[in-house]
């Protein structure tokens, strides 16, 4: 089973940028899909970015679109979110997840969660 710790959140103002990182323990990303969702305060926990294990083909929500970038590190084992032109509404936690049978939105097609980290936008 491979563990997810999540990196790289933190405060910053609107339009401003951060890296989020996700390491892995105990398995290879490569064997996985990988996903990034996010949960705010009252919210339920939504998609945000996705990336297929067999060639690495990228997918993501509407909000994240043009603004935010998924990319894998095989040789570090990680998973980045790179998050530009942040708004006040991409406050949230952040969660990495992988799939060992498929990826994509849909949260139940995850088989491990990280910890999360905060990201919170100030206007």
């Known amino acids: 089973q491979v563990q997810l710790v999540e990196s790289g959140g933190g405060l910053v103002q609107a339009g401003g940028s951060l890296r989020l990182s996700c390491a892995a323990s105990?398995?290879?990303?490569?064997?996985?899909?990988m996903g990034w969702f996010r949960q705010a305060p009252g919210k339920e926990r939504e998609f945000v970015a996705a990336?297929?294990?067999?060639?690495?083909?990228?997918s993501y929500a509407d909000s994240a679109k043009g603004r935010f970038s998924i990319s894998r590190d095989n040789a570090k084992n990680t998973v980045s979110l790179q998050l530009n032109s942040l708004k006040p509404e991409d406050t949230a936690v952040y969660y990495c997840?992988?799939?060992?049978?498929?990826?994509?939105?849909?949260?139940?097609?995850?088989?491990?969660w990280g910890q999360g980290t905060q990201v919170t936008v100030s206007s």
């Open positions: 997840a992988s799939s060992s049978t498929s990826w994509g939105a849909y949260a139940p097609l995850y088989d491990n």
């Open positions: 990336v297929r294990r067999s060639d690495g083909i990228t």
């Open positions: 105990g398995r290879t990303l490569r064997s996985y899909g």
